[in-house]
């Protein structure tokens, strides 16, 4: 008792009998990948998905939405094999992982976003701040006429917390609380069609989404220049809401997975990132 | 010709008065089905709000069902179902930073409050949070939760220094943004497993019970914890913590743990309880993902708070008020005094213990999971178990004169160390499946006959338990988790 014990023979055998045939299990090989998570990487996704396939008639990848929060709760739970992010893991996030399959998981950055503010083409605006958008998107500027615009009531749109956008968003421009006003869709198209409906509208999501909208320039102080989301803009560090998209493995990849991954960072993979509209991680 | 045009005429009228009406019946028609939208775009509006308070209540929980066989004779019954716990997690968070948490705990032993806090998250730097209420203290093991933990129950060392692992008081976290750093500070009760008795045998503090606390004085709680990222590897978790706390003498007599040394001091003075210990977890990416965690604590609590003898009064006869014949008293006349039978003191002990634990776990591909723990707790290192020997050597006996009771070394004195191991299967992330085994063993005395336990077993026979043997102890569960 005054001396620590040390484990006695028997149970030291049983420890070395026991770690011996955990030490063979390997964890299987995906044959089929399951892919879930970020609303703005999904039709990227599905895009490496249905290229990928064709040329590896094995392969089986089945892709879904729902938001990053909800691909990275899939992950933990074992639903999917990739959960797609918009935003990084949160550390409560990696400490569910840790509890359930002990490990920190993988991060893998596969391409790079720049978060475009949309506006209705009749929108007399063209260009915001960063501490403009932010008080837009706090409730704080209410009227377009406050940042040079017409007589109009701002109507904001946005993600849903699920949303890695809504995050990133949050964490990087508006800097605090969302105003009650704003309005959550469930995906950036969904956002995208509201603005486009709506002349007194702002909205935000993935560059690759921008259609019939207008895109607004975006500076990072009253004193810089203003940028849109461009290839160069955000290869330089100038679009000032730039992120990486990445996707969570629970392990690092083997086989069928590792290959998918390998071929996604390879340059036909990031080729498509490009046509996608989105951009390249390198 | 004449009264073709006058036909035609009508034909026209009567076409553009029935277009005319039918354009009034649509205007009409449009009106209606834009009073409904808007109508129900406002309720809309009203059930959204409705709704998003719905939003901010989660409910959560649990049910572990088992069955478990011990194989100890003295165990009665040697098999059993239980349900082990029935908890419903309750959080709402009213507004951005603010958390109100509430578990009850439904086990048909008894409802008890096994959470009731609320958590106030400084939304400016967004790295402190201030905790208040009862809530688990800051421990690795402790914190970690019952439906996720590898092993059915946590270890003894654990289960002895931090009873039902939740204390009331407050707490104040920080957590810095950009550094993987981890800071509580706790100010609690500290009477958590306490019962104080009076000297008739009366509870007089019961600390599973009580939502108050014995004494005046406040345990502080500290942990620290960094996470260690080893890149592709893996990472580790380093943590330390601490506990410096007092309670409440009940009695002029503290005794140490050697049952030697013994100190006067008041009812009323702080009996030292302190402790520190060290952690850590790896987490490797090998094969699929496994954990090595450990923690070592040691130090002095206080295992049994006592109580004052009452010295013997001997009974005194009644003497009757004599006064003459002028009305002045000539004897004084005096009460009757009972008998006061002596009844001896308990003296509060104070003991030095150590202990650790050490935790193995491979998951083995997405649904199965292996694990194996190894616990020791001593709780008290200034005694061995040879040293028990019935003999004297180690008895308080001082001071018989003062009427205290005697206390020598026992069963409470010996380490116990336990080898477990468990396996999981998860059929999704609602339902666990776990087949454990635990054996226990008891550190073995110096002689035969010096500590045992007497028993009636399942079969009505009568035996005897004795410390200098090797003890069977040992339990299977089978246990069924549920969680939502």
């Not at chain 2, 049910?63 to 239980?82: E, H, L, T, W």
């Not at chain 2, 009366?202 to 620290?224: H, Q, S």
């Amino acid at each position: 008792m005054k001396k620590m014990k040390s484990l006695n023979i028997r149970n030291f055998a049983i420890i070395v009998v026991l770690l011996g045939m955990v030490g063979f299990a390997f964890a299987p090989a995906a044959d089929r990948i399951t892919v879930k998570g970020s609303d703005t990487m999904v039709i990227l996704a599905q895009k490496w998905a249905e290229v990928y396939m064709k040329s590896n008639p094995n392969a089986a990848i089945q892709v879904t939405g729902g938001g990053s929060g909800v691909g990275i709760s899939a992950l933990i739970n074992g639903a999917t094999d990739i959960a797609n992010a918009s935003r990084k893991m949160k550390p409560t996030e990696k400490e569910k992982l840790k509890a359930r399959y002990n490990t920190l998981g993988v991060e893998v950055a596969c391409a790079k976003d720049g978060i475009t503010v949309y506006l209705h083409p009749s929108n007399k605006v063209k260009e915001l701040s960063i501490k403009q958008l932010s008080e837009i998107f706090k409730g704080n500027i209410k009227n377009w006429k406050e940042v040079g615009g017409a007589d109009a009531e701002i109507k904001l749109y946005g993600r849903e917390n699920s949303s890695g956008t809504y995050v990133f968003f949050q964490e990087n421009v508006v800097k605090g609380d969302y105003a009650p006003s704003c309005q959550t869709l469930p995906g950036t198209a969904a956002v995208v069609n509201a603005v486009k409906k709506d002349p007194n509208a702002i909205g935000y999501g993935g560059a690759a989404y921008a259609e019939g909208i207008e895109i607004c320039k975006v500076k990072k102080d009253d004193n810089s220049p203003a940028y849109l989301a461009t290839a160069e803009t955000i290869k330089n560090n100038e679009y000032p809401i730039t992120r990486y998209l990445f996707m969570y493995l629970r392990n690092k990849p083997t086989g069928a997975m590792k290959s998918y991954i390998d071929w996604i960072l390879s340059p036909e993979g990031q080729k498509l990132v490009i046509e996608m509209g989105y951009f390249p991680v390198k | 010709m004449k009264r073709f045009t006058m036909i035609t005429l009508l034909l026209v009228s009567a076409l553009f008065y029935n277009a005319k009406a039918q354009d009034a019946t649509v205007n009409e028609k449009l009106t209606e089905v834009n009073d409904k939208v808007t109508g129900l775009t406002e309720r809309l509006a009203t059930d959204e709000a409705d709704l998003s308070k719905l939003t901010k209540i989660k409910v959560s929980g649990y049910i572990q069902a088992q069955y478990q066989s011990f194989d100890s004779p003295s165990a009665v019954p040697n098999n059993a179902f239980s349900i082990r716990r029935a908890r419903v997690k309750f959080t709402y968070e009213a507004t951005d930073g603010i958390k109100f948490v509430l578990q009850p705990d439904f086990a048909p032993a008894g409802l008890s409050v096994k959470d009731a806090y609320v958590v106030l998250n400084d939304r400016w730097t967004k790295s402190f949070s201030l905790t208040a209420g009862k809530f688990n203290r800051p421990n690795y093991e402790v914190e970690y939760s019952s439906s996720q933990r590898e092993m059915v129950e946590r270890s003894a060392l654990i289960r002895a220094l931090y009873p039902g692992e939740r204390a009331i008081g407050a707490k104040l976290e920080f957590n810095p943004q950009n550094l993987p750093l981890h800071l509580q500070i706790a100010l609690l009760n500290g009477g958590e497993g306490y019962t104080v008795k009076k000297i008739d045998g009366t509870v007089i503090y019961d600390g599973t019970k009580e939502n108050t606390d014995y004494d005046k004085y406040k345990d502080i709680m500290v942990r620290a914890t960094y996470n260690l990222s080893l890149g592709s590897f893996g990472g580790l978790d380093l943590g330390a913590h601490g506990y410096f706390g007092s309670i409440r003498a009940n009695s002029t007599k503290l005794m140490s743990s050697d049952y030697k040394t013994i100190t006067d001091i008041k009812v009323g003075d702080a009996m030292k309880k302190n402790w520190v210990g060290a952690e850590f977890q790896l987490f490797a990416d090998i094969l699929g993902g496994m954990s090595l965690k450990g923690e070592y604590i040691a130090g002095k609590n206080i295992s049994a708070v006592g109580f004052n003898q009452i010295d013997a009064v001997a009974a005194v006869a009644a003497v009757a008020e004599v006064k003459d014949a002028n009305g002045v008293v000539t004897t004084k006349g005096v009460p009757a005094v009972a008998e006061v039978k002596a009844v001896p003191g308990a003296v509060n002990v104070q003991n030095y213990f150590s202990g650790y634990y050490l935790y193995f776990i491979k998951n083995l591909g997405k649904k199965n999971q292996f694990a194996f723990r190894y616990d020791y707790y001593d709780p008290n290192t200034k005694i061995s178990g040879k040293d028990i020997s019935g003999k004297d050597v180690v008895a308080f006996n001082a001071d018989k004169k003062l009427n205290w009771t005697p206390k020598s070394a026992g069963k409470g004195d010996l380490a116990t160390s336990t080898f477990g191991f468990a396996f999981h299967h998860y059929f999704d992330d609602n339902l666990r499946i776990t087949l454990a085994y635990d054996m226990v063993k008891y550190e073995k005395v110096s002689a035969a006959g010096v500590v045992k336990d007497s028993y009636t077993a399942n079969d009505g026979k009568s035996g005897t338990l004795d410390y200098n043997n090797t003890l069977k102890n040992n339990t299977i569960t089978l246990r069924i988790q549920a969680k939502f």
